[in-house]
């Protein structure tokens, strides 16, 4: 009897929207949306079919604990060689002396290395959430807070660029045994020598966070952390433009603590069919067809913060070195979440953002964050920033005018009709 006799292997068989009509349809919904919206979050992109192919693959069915040739479960060849081509590849796309493709996040990898660098009560020195830092870098609701002392830096009030004064201040004063560097609302580029300078004059380690910029730095067109610090961390979708996951990079010298610490210090079993994913996504961003699409990522950036500017809205720090602007719209009087929604009504999707010394809670904001990683993808450039500008600014200066806002989202789904991602059917 085959399988697809059996009663398991009827229900193998069924499809989706056979098995669970609700969840079907929630994937439906969100897929439509994707096809239809301009998605503007930072932190979002679209993995290629090879890589969503990859998740979904038979890897998913695989457990196995521990690493390559050391695994707690037989029968791991195949996933042994999946992870392994992951670390070369990750290894020669940031220049790095090792890598650990496990972590299931960002944070988790963030994780990671906290365990191997330091001990709970240790001080680090990290970038300040509404200045552009992430959770993980020492925010009080998160486990980084929990489990050590945290002191804060920022950026400058007047040029809102990140101040190095203060952390070297700051870090004479405290001496924290780990300074971390890297944000998730930061549109600059970051200065990674002058950070380990500051950090060898007192003594300590430095951990990157470049989850946002890891495909600009991948490409070579934002500076690499990997050329100066101990440790580096990253998530693989975003600009890298693969599955959702974590990834470390290290110094050769610290591999076998970073490794014992991801596995088992801070989780168990691996996802291998997302590691199988990052190998994807790694070897797509050895292309040179990368570097062309990182490069248009920050040229749209660049255009889009231009043509807000030009129409009257405030840029944060004045411009971009990346994929992000940070737009302030509390000058004009109005709220990151009003904006949030407004824009959403038009079909374009951003999300609510914190500013320095933001005068208004992290749920309301002064700020509108925007990203250009995945309209990049879709094949869009600058005279689409323009129109998208042109269209961002009718919303905010209607106040969000539900007429006027389904006009534009119209206009949106034709222009998206025009740039398709996927073949959009759904089975």
Same mark, same amino acid.
């Given at each position: 009897?085959?399988?697809?006799?059996?009663?398991?292997?009827?229900?193998?068989?069924?499809?989706?929207?056979?098995?669970?009509?609700?969840?079907?349809?929630?994937?439906? @919904?969100?897929?439509?949306?994707?096809?239809?919206?301009?998605?503007?979050?930072?932190?979002?992109?679209?993995?290629?079919?090879?890589?969503?192919?990859?998740?979904?693959?038979?890897?998913?069915?695989?457990?196995?604990?521990?690493?390559?040739?050391?695994?707690?479960?037989?029968?791991?060849?195949?996933?042994?060689?999946?992870?392994?081509?992951?670390?070369?590849?990750?290894?020669?796309?940031?220049?790095?002396?090792?890598?650990?493709?496990?972590?299931?996040?960002?944070?988790?990898?963030?994780?990671?290395?906290?365990?191997?660098?330091?001990?709970?009560?240790?001080?680090?020195?990290?970038?300040?959430?509404?200045?552009?830092?992430?959770?993980?870098?020492?925010?009080?609701?998160?486990?980084?807070?929990?489990?050590?002392?945290?002191?804060?830096?920022?950026?400058?009030?007047?040029?809102?660029?990140?101040?190095?004064?203060?952390?070297?201040?700051?870090?004479? @004063?405290?001496?924290?045994?780990?300074?971390?560097?890297?944000?998730?609302?930061?549109?600059?580029?970051?200065?990674?020598?002058?950070?380990?300078?500051?950090?060898?004059?007192?003594?300590?380690?430095?951990?990157?966070?470049?989850?946002?910029?890891?495909?600009?730095?991948?490409?070579?067109?934002?500076?690499?952390?990997?050329?100066?610090?101990?440790?580096?961390?990253?998530?693989?979708?975003?600009?890298?433009?693969?599955?959702?996951?974590?990834?470390?990079?290290?110094?050769?010298?610290?591999?076998?603590?970073?490794?014992?610490?991801?596995?088992?210090?801070?989780?168990?079993?691996?996802?291998?069919?997302?590691?199988?994913?990052?190998?994807?996504?790694?070897?797509?961003?050895?292309?040179?067809?990368?570097?062309?699409?990182?490069?248009?990522?920050?040229?749209?950036?660049?255009?889009?913060?231009?043509?807000?500017?030009?129409?009257?809205?405030?840029?944060?720090?004045?411009?971009?070195?990346?994929?992000?602007?940070?737009?302030?719209?509390?000058?004009?009087?109005?709220?990151?979440?009003?904006?949030?929604?407004?824009?959403?009504?038009?079909?374009?999707?951003?999300?609510?953002?914190?500013?320095?010394?933001?005068?208004?809670?992290?749920?309301?904001?002064?700020?509108?964050?925007?990203?250009?990683?995945?309209?990049?993808?879709?094949?869009?450039?600058?005279? @689409?920033?323009? @129109?998208?500008?042109?269209?961002?600014?009718?919303?905010?200066?209607?106040?969000?005018?539900?007429?006027?806002?389904?006009?534009?989202?119209?206009?949106?789904?034709?222009?998206?009709?025009?740039?398709?991602?996927?073949?959009?059917?759904?089975?």
């Amino acid at each position: 009897m085959s399988i697809n006799d059996s009663l398991a292997g009827e229900a193998m068989a069924r499809s989706l929207a056979e098995v669970d009509p609700e969840i079907h349809g929630a994937v439906h @919904q969100e897929t439509e949306k994707q096809a239809t919206k301009l998605v503007l979050i930072a932190s979002e992109n679209y993995a290629s079919e090879a890589v969503l192919s990859t998740c979904s693959s038979v890897m998913s069915n695989k457990y196995a604990e521990g690493y390559p040739g050391r695994r707690y479960y037989g029968g791991c060849e195949f996933v042994d060689e999946a992870e392994t081509l992951a670390i070369e590849r990750a290894k020669e796309l940031f220049g790095a002396e090792h890598a650990n493709v496990q972590p299931h996040s960002g944070t988790q990898a963030n994780m990671g290395v906290y365990f191997s660098a330091i001990e709970p009560g240790d001080t680090i020195l990290g970038m300040e959430l509404p200045h552009g830092g992430h959770l993980s870098h020492g925010h009080k609701l998160n486990f980084s807070g929990h489990l050590y002392n945290v002191v804060s830096y920022g950026v400058n009030r007047d040029t809102e660029l990140l101040d190095y004064d203060e952390m070297a201040t700051k870090a004479e @004063q405290h001496q924290p045994k780990l300074i971390v560097v890297g944000a998730s609302a930061y549109p600059r580029t970051i200065d990674f020598a002058r950070v380990q300078a500051i950090a060898d004059g007192i003594g300590a380690k430095v951990m990157a966070d470049i989850a946002h910029p890891a495909g600009l730095v991948a490409a070579g067109l934002f500076p690499n952390p990997c050329e100066h610090v101990d440790y580096v961390t990253s998530t693989t979708h975003k600009t890298l433009r693969g599955p959702r996951g974590g990834l470390v990079l290290c110094k050769e010298e610290h591999a076998k603590v970073v490794d014992r610490k991801v596995f088992p210090g801070a989780q168990g079993g691996p996802f291998m069919h997302l590691i199988a994913a990052k190998a994807v996504c790694f070897q797509e961003a050895l292309s040179a067809g990368f570097r062309s699409y990182a490069a248009q990522v920050l040229a749209n950036a660049k255009e889009l913060a231009r043509a807000l500017a030009e129409r009257g809205h405030r840029i944060v720090s004045g411009g971009t070195d990346s994929h992000i602007v940070l737009v302030d719209v509390g000058t004009a009087g109005l709220t990151g979440k009003d904006g949030e929604a407004w824009l959403n009504d038009a079909g374009i999707v951003a999300n609510k953002n914190t500013i320095p010394f933001d005068p208004n809670p992290p749920l309301i904001t002064s700020g509108l964050r925007l990203g250009t990683a995945a309209v990049a993808t879709r094949g869009m450039k600058e005279p @689409q920033m323009d @129109q998208i500008a042109n269209w961002i600014h009718m919303v905010l200066d209607s106040g969000g005018d539900k007429q006027l806002c389904a006009a534009i989202r119209a206009e949106v789904d034709e222009v998206c009709k025009s740039f398709p991602i996927y073949d959009w059917r759904l089975n």
